[in-house]
């Protein structure tokens, strides 16, 4: 491994190893924290189809609140973005593999596009260009995402159909959860 690669891992400049496995701790340790919610709460998310999308809507928002502390969009805004990529999760997660894998792929794709543009932006005077194409890429990255998920929400969606006929419900499928096989 070169000097300057290793100095670049270890580098301030990146983010902070420390912050990112505790966030990821954080992240994985929450879920056995749900116990601890009230019994009522408990009893709420585990029966109530609603009340659990309430919660994700809640979830999503902070969220966006915690990650983006420079948002200047007003309330409503941030709102209306919460609902809809909360629509788009739910669109995400009612689809087969072969579509939410590629999703999950240009996710990290975009990401990581996003991060070297704004490591390019700060380290260069005159990137706003190169910064540009970068962000078409994401753009195109973006379009294709959103087609992948609509695409692959009703492929799934008419497979259901299909499979359960009149007994199809599409609010059944939209909102609730869980898999045959496990």
């Known amino acids: ?43 709420w998310m585990r029966d109530s189809l609603l009340f659990r999308h309430f919660v994700g809507i809640i979830a999503f928002f902070f969220l966006f609140t915690v990650l983006d502390t420079s948002s200047k969009a007003p309330i409503g805004a941030l709102w209306l973005k919460t609902l809809f990529v909360y629509a788009i999760f739910l669109m995400m997660v009612k689809s087969k593999w072969y579509f939410a894998v590629p999703v999950l792929l240009l996710l990290v794709v975009d990401q990581s596009i996003r991060a070297h543009s704004d490591y390019i932006g700060k380290s ?59």
């Not at 692959?152 to 909102?175: A, P």
């Open 1 to 43: 491994m070169s000097d300057s690669l290793t100095q670049s891992i270890f580098s301030a400049d990146t983010f902070d190893t420390k912050t990112a496995l505790s966030g990821l701790y954080l992240w994985l340790l929450f879920g056995y924290l749900s116990t601890m919610v009230s019994c009522d709460l408990q009893r």
């Open 124 to 182: 260069k005077t005159d990137a706003k260009k190169e910064v540009e194409q970068y962000n078409n890429y994401r753009q195109m990255i973006n379009n294709l995402i959103i087609a992948l998920v609509a695409v692959g929400f009703f492929h799934y969606m008419f497979r259901q159909w299909n499979e359960f006929g009149n007994k199809f419900s599409f609010s059944t499928f939209l909102f609730s959860y869980g898999c045959a096989n496990l």
